[in-house]
């Protein structure tokens, strides 16, 4: 183990980057402290003590969706109770009032609606566009695109460059969960491919766009699985540049139909975001997402290698749904004080990663 670490951290100095067996040996091993110091070198030496958030506000306009992922407690179907698609106006009131509450962007995801055109997607974002030309719109997933694509029998670039016109800005980093297909297959077996998810992410980097990217973890993936997710994630870095931040999604259970899955404890959360900026170099931001982690354990994260605790949120469902127990939303001065209890600096960014100000 002590040689395993120490030739870690010579690769870290010398910037190398580990492989694919030394990550595994990491998930593997038991000292939690040695795998976050060495995360926080490798942090330190791109991003010093600042740690970024934003001011941003979630609008999930639909729940319905076509797939059936078994992880998910969010998405339903048109006979369920609860089911809902949310009309342009409300879409617009809630933009509004995250404009007037200082909001730079926009997160916007939801279910593959199973009867609305393009169009209404189009509609959406030149109106938004028009009504809060300040709000970066950041929106869809590469499996959102993808359906786009299939729905209006046009090219994927085609469908990038109609939404990139209409006012996107950027793309949220989610439909990846684990990229292999065995555990595709028994959590979201209707689910795009892994290879799938990577080829439209490329096409959307290529349309000049960034994107993050996502890993869910935590439910019946094994270790390998984890590192084989980061491997090609981190090859398709290598060809595009086009992720900004990765974000290891921790697996709430609640009302989610995934046989024996396991739940994520707080030392395998800080291990896996621990391990994630260890071994993707080419990766400038690893983001701690609060709604999922717990406020507890996403500060502590700051100690672990991690350098962006996400936003506001303001409303959020997905994790919700499932059972998170993090509050709905949080101020940027409770932000500020997690960052700064962590003995860090916060820095308020755009979703571009500019800065926009220490406090
Ligand atoms: O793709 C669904 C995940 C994702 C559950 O890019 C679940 O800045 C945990 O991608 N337990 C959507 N996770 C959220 C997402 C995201 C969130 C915050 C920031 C960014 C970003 C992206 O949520 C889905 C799926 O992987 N998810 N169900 C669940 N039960």
Request: net charge negative; glycine share 8%; charged share 25%.
């Amino acid at each position: 183990m002590i040689r395993l670490f120490e030739t870690i951290r010579a690769k870290l100095e010398s910037g190398a980057r580990i492989s694919d067996a030394e990550a595994l040996a990491l998930f593997e091993c038991n000292d939690l402290l040695t795998v976050g110091e060495l995360a926080a070198l490798a942090n330190r030496r791109r991003n010093g003590d600042k740690v970024y958030f934003n001011i941003n506000r979630h609008i999930n306009y639909t729940n319905l969706c076509v797939n059936r992922c078994t992880f998910c407690a969010f998405c339903k179907g048109e006979e369920d109770e609860g089911c809902y698609t949310l009309a342009l106006n409300d879409i617009l009131a809630k933009a509004g009032e995250a404009a007037a509450a200082g909001a730079t962007e926009l997160h916007m995801v939801g279910g593959l609606h199973p009867e609305l055109p393009f169009d209404f997607y189009l509609e959406m974002l030149a109106a938004l566009r028009a009504d809060c030309p300040r709000l970066h719109l950041k929106a869809f997933t590469a499996v959102e695109i993808d359906y786009f694509a299939r729905l209006t029998e046009q090219s994927v670039e085609q469908v990038i460059a109609e939404l990139q016109q209409a006012g996107l800005g950027s793309m949220p980093g989610g439909g990846a969960e684990i990229l292999g297909a065995r555990v595709r297959e028994k959590i979201c077996p209707e689910k795009i491919s892994g290879e799938r998810w990577l080829e439209v992410t490329e096409k959307v980097h290529r349309a000049g766009l960034k994107t993050n990217a996502t890993m869910l973890f935590g439910h019946v993936e094994e270790y390998a699985d984890r590192v084989d997710h980061l491997a090609r994630l981190r090859r398709l870095q290598d060809r595009t540049g086009g992720f900004q931040a990765f974000i290891p999604l921790a697996f709430q259970p609640d009302n989610t139909r995934v046989p024996g899955a396991r739940g994520v404890g707080g030392v395998d959360a800080l291990k896996t975001l621990a391990i994630s900026r260890i071994y993707l170099d080419n990766f400038r931001h690893i983001k701690a997402y609060w709604v999922m982690l717990g406020l507890k354990i996403a500060q502590v994260a700051l100690a672990f290698g991690v350098n962006d605790l996400d936003g506001t949120v303001v409303e959020e469902k997905i994790g919700h749904d499932a059972g998170a127990d993090s509050p709905q939303a949080l101020s940027k001065e409770q932000l500020c004080t997690l960052i700064r209890k962590a003995g860090r600096v916060p820095v308020e960014r755009d979703t571009l990663y500019r800065e926009l100000r220490a406090y």
